[in-house]
């Protein structure tokens, strides 16, 4: 399975973007696709994941109410529509995916990852 995120870039604060993330290969329609996030100096995070056959998703608290994952599964594509972004937000973006229809929110559980997209969020 191979991911590609894209849609990064410089915004201003109170903006929006939004990530996509295309995965290929031998991908199902019971994978999970996560969005985490890095920032400089500081650990992996788990921001957002959904489950494409359910289509359940789940958020982490700092980002509930503000970003949005769905997916389009004719395209084999995650999106992470991110709005009121913040200079806390400010990271490279990676997405990731698992076998399974749990929505896990620890990085080991996901067996393939993207190459991240970097968002910088300005003050």
């Known amino acids: 399975v191979q991911l590609q995120a894209s849609g990064g870039g410089l915004v201003q604060a109170g903006g929006s973007l939004r990530l996509s993330c295309v995965a290929s290969?031998?991908?199902?329609?019971?994978?999970?696709i996560a969005w985490f996030r890095q920032a400089p100096g500081k650990e992996r995070e788990f921001v957002a994941a959904i489950n494409r056959a359910s289509r359940i998703t789940r958020y982490a608290d700092s980002v509930k109410g503000r970003f949005t994952v769905s997916g389009e599964s004719a395209k084999n594509t995650v999106y992470l529509q991110m709005h009121s972004l913040k200079p806390g937000d400010t990271a490279v973006y990676l997405c990731a995916s698992h076998r399974s229809a749990v929505l896990q929110v620890a990085s080991g559980f996901y067996d393939y990852w993207g190459q991240g997209t970097l968002v910088t969020v300005s003050s």
């Open positions: 290969g031998r991908t199902f329609r019971s994978d999970t």
